[in-house]
């Protein structure tokens, strides 16, 4: 009686676990494709956002900062972000990122006026992003936590970017859209320069600009460096 026991906690805590895993991204089939009307982006959309230079985990700060400022809203929010490098081929120090909420679309605020005036008043810059008429698009399941974010990056991420390499697609920036349920992830096929931020720089740019901090910080160490000083001699001795 008690192997039974036993053995039916077991399988209750495994059902359990696959059924955490599968809503989070893990174990399911993710299905990208060519769509004219990707979600989120079918039409023009108002956004507030802060650009983010480093490692794209360390966005989630801003998106729990952009939920905190919209938390007694009645409406329900969606979150956003435009990353603008590939983290396989780029430094992690370069990466650059735009993340916020999404506000409104097609000319029609979400939110009140007010929840805009705590977003700006808190770092976040308005934007708005245009409508997409081309996009290579998947979805996952997300809770919203850390589990479903190593989903996206270990398995979503690699099957869309073989979808994109195996039909030939030439994309730029990935664009994710955050809810409760889910991630759509969409890389947009045209009009992609209008998703470049005011703060955005090209990867040449950075280097260069870390290069010239790297030298003007060895030139400010070597100038701090007191300048060597002789010795005192000994007092001679009478013999």
Same mark, same amino acid.
């Given at each position: 009686?008690?192997?039974?026991?036993?053995?039916?906690?077991?399988?209750?805590?495994?059902?359990?676990?696959?059924?955490?895993?599968?809503?989070?991204?893990?174990?399911?089939?993710?299905?990208?494709?060519?769509?004219?009307?990707?979600?989120?982006?079918?039409?023009?959309?108002?956004?507030?956002?802060?650009?983010?230079?480093?490692?794209?985990?360390?966005?989630?700060?801003?998106?729990?900062?952009?939920?905190?400022?919209?938390?007694?809203?009645?409406?329900?929010?969606?979150?956003?972000?435009?990353?603008?490098?590939?983290?396989?081929?780029?430094?992690?120090?370069?990466?650059? $990122?735009?993340?916020?909420?999404? /506000?409104?679309?097609?000319?029609?605020?979400?939110?009140?006026?007010?929840?805009?005036?705590?977003?700006?008043?808190?770092?976040?810059?308005?934007?708005?992003?245009?409508?997409?008429?081309?996009?290579?698009?998947?979805?996952?399941?997300?809770?919203?936590?850390?589990?479903?974010?190593?989903?996206?990056?270990?398995?979503?991420?690699?099957?869309?970017?073989?979808?994109?390499?195996?039909?030939?697609?030439?994309?730029?920036?990935?664009?994710?859209?955050?809810?409760?349920?889910?991630?759509?992830?969409?890389?947009?096929?045209?009009?992609?320069?209008? /998703?470049?931020?005011?703060?955005?720089?090209?990867?040449?740019?950075?280097?260069?600009?870390?290069?010239?901090?790297?030298?003007?910080?060895?030139?400010?160490?070597?100038? $701090?460096?007191?300048?060597?000083?002789?010795?005192?001699?000994?007092?001679?001795?009478?013999?």
């Amino acid at each position: 009686m008690f192997e039974l026991a036993f053995i039916a906690i077991l399988l209750a805590a495994a059902v359990y676990i696959f059924l955490t895993l599968r809503k989070n991204g893990f174990f399911v089939t993710v299905e990208p494709s060519v769509t004219t009307a990707p979600k989120n982006l079918e039409k023009p959309l108002a956004v507030y956002y802060k650009y983010h230079l480093g490692p794209y985990q360390n966005v989630m700060e801003i998106i729990g900062q952009a939920k905190q400022l919209l938390s007694s809203s009645p409406a329900p929010s969606t979150f956003f972000g435009i990353y603008y490098d590939n983290p396989e081929t780029t430094d992690s120090h370069f990466l650059q $990122s735009a993340v916020g909420v999404v /506000f409104g679309a097609d000319g029609k605020d979400f939110h009140d006026e007010k929840y805009a005036k705590d977003l700006v008043e808190n770092g976040f810059e308005k934007l708005v992003l245009p409508k997409v008429e081309r996009a290579v698009q998947a979805v996952q399941p997300s809770t919203g936590g850390s589990l479903s974010f190593l989903a996206l990056i270990w398995f979503t991420y690699s099957t869309i970017r073989k979808y994109i390499s195996e039909n030939k697609l030439e994309t730029t920036y990935a664009v994710e859209f955050y809810s409760d349920s889910d991630i759509h992830v969409i890389f947009p096929l045209d009009d992609v320069n209008e /998703f470049l931020v005011k703060d955005y720089q090209t990867i040449d740019k950075l280097e260069s600009d870390a290069a010239k901090k790297r030298f003007d910080s060895s030139e400010e160490d070597s100038e $701090s460096e007191p300048e060597g000083t002789e010795e005192p001699e000994g007092d001679e001795k009478d013999e």
